[in-house]
Structure formats: C-alpha cells, structure tokens
C-alpha cells in the first residue's frame, strides 16, 4: 500500500503566496514522476505541473512562470511553491505519484486533495 498525505492548502489574497507539500509513504522502492493536479468546481480536473526523478519539470501554461515545483527523492516529497496567486487558482489541488513498490508493481497513486481559495 502507498499513501500520499498532502498538506499547505489554505485561504490567502490575491497576490498571496501558498506552499504545497505531499509525502508519500508505504512500501515504496522509488518515486519515479510526481505532479500536481487541480480541479475547480464545475471543470475537469488538469495538470499543474509534474517533475521527474532526475528533477526534470513540466508545467501549465497558465501556472509558467509564478508556480514552482520541486521535490526531495529520499523523503519521497514533492513541493508545490506559488506566488502571485490569482483567483482563478482556486481548485482543490491533488498530488500524484508513479510508484515502485518493494515487490516491483507500478502504482499510480493520487493524494485525497487539499483546498486552495484564493480571494480577489
């Protein structure tokens, strides 16, 4: 079994900076892909941004440029820092992990999300 806890969500202004974090845990043998996800109410859930083990990163269009994402390997961690955070950033945000587990099966797992609100 793998768990990924996340934790950083929260309410702040326009302008405001918010940093996400999510741990996965369990019976792991390495982290391959991790990102972050997110969905407002009444959309489909979208990427956010990813990044590799070898720290390779990818992100949204809409998020270049204010959004960072990095992450820890031996903490099996991946952070999500935004800045000038807009209204429209306004999502439940989920983390999600390409797993190797200890008897080498390959899980996706996604974290239980954690509210962003971001007032205008």
């Known amino acids: 079994q793998v768990q990924l806890v996340e934790s950083g969500g929260g309410l702040v202004q326009a302008g405001g900076s918010l940093r996400l974090s999510c741990a996965a845990s369990g019976s792991i043998f390495s982290v391959n892909d991790m990102g972050w996800y997110r969905q407002a109410p009444g959309k489909q859930r979208e990427l956010v941004a990813t990044?590799?083990?070898?720290?390779?990163?990818n992100y949204a269009d809409s998020v270049k440029g204010r959004f960072t994402i990095s992450r820890d390997n031996a903490e099996h961690t991946v952070y999500l820092q935004m800045n000038s955070l807009k209204a429209e950033d306004t999502a439940v945000y989920y983390c999600?992990?390409?797993?190797?587990?200890?008897?080498?099966?390959?899980?996706?797992?996604w974290g239980q999300g954690t509210q962003v609100t971001v007032s205008s």
């Open positions: 999600n992990a390409h797993v190797v587990t200890m008897i080498s099966r390959i899980i996706i797992s």
């Open positions: 990044i590799t083990s070898s720290g390779s990163t």
